[in-house]
T-cell receptor, first 114, second 109 residues
Framework: ETGVTQTPRHLVMGMTNKKSLKCEQH?????MYWYKQSAKKPLELMFV???????ENNSVPSRFSPECPNSSHLFLHLHTLQPEDSALYLC?????????????FGPGTRLTVT | LAKTTQPISMDSYEGQEVNITCSHN???????ITWYQQFPSQGPRFIIQ???TKVTNEVASLFIPADRKSSTLSLPRVSLSDTAVYYC??????????FGAGTTVTVRA
């Protein structure tokens, strides 16, 4: 238990569906992150939020839409996804967005797009 | 952004010491070196972090030479449960951490 929870743990959705992934951290951290991990590939940083403000969007397609209503919650809204978007989506948080601070990861959401 | 290079895989046996070396030739003055461990279908977990010389905690040691262009993660007396992917990261005020491909460590009985 890292103090970062993600729901759902598994999600199967069609290409025309709209779904949302939720992340919550109970650590009092100020920065939150979304990562994508495809099979046999390194983790890809998607979005970074610091004090609820988005500070990074690594050229992520618009079919992925993040939302950070407060420092403890982070959402990833999904719509019209493609099969290649099937992956493990990981949320993380850290005290600060700077690199020397340890990131705490959630268990991930295994997403399958059919 | 400092690029890191690690071996793709390493094999070991229970009870042995495993040393994984990471190269980061263009490390910046303010960069820290951090190692994470990841099991299948789980998020990475912090192992250890250092800036220079040697750092030791209850699970690992991190050796950093004076020029800081490389670092070595040392796992003492590994067990089967240490089979995982290990990532070396370098970062400072730049939050754009790159996890790279990592090193898959397989521990055999």
């Amino acid at each position: 238990e890292t103090g970062v929870t993600q729901t759902p743990r598994h999600l199967v959705m069609g290409m025309t569906n709209k779904k949302s992934l939720k992340c919550e951290q109970h650590l009092g951290h100020n920065a939150m992150y979304w990562y994508k991990q495809s099979a046999k590939k390194p983790l890809e940083l998607m979005f970074v939020y610091n004090f609820k403000e988005q500070t990074e969007n690594n050229s992520v397609p618009s079919r992925f839409s993040p939302e950070c209503p407060n420092s403890s919650h982070l959402f990833l809204h999904l719509h019209t996804l493609q099969p290649e978007d099937s992956a493990l989506y990981l949320c993380a948080s850290s005290q600060d967005y700077r690199g020397q601070y340890e990131q705490y990861f959630g268990p991930g959401t295994r997403l399958t797009v059919t | 952004l400092a690029k890191t290079t690690q071996p793709i895989s390493m094999d070991s046996y229970e009870g042995q010491e495993v040393n994984i070396t990471c190269s980061h030739n263009n490390i910046a003055t303010n960069d820290y070196i951090t190692w994470y461990q990841q099991f299948p279908s789980q998020g990475p977990r912090f192992i250890i972090q250092g800036y220079k010389t040697k750092v030791t905690n209850e699970v690992a040691s991190l050796f950093i030479p004076a020029d800081r262009k490389s670092s070595t993660l040392s796992l003492p007396r590994v067990s089967l449960s240490d089979t995982a992917v290990y990532y070396c990261l370098v970062g400072s005020n730049d939050y754009k951490l790159s996890f790279g491909a990592g090193t898959t460590v397989t521990v055999r009985a």
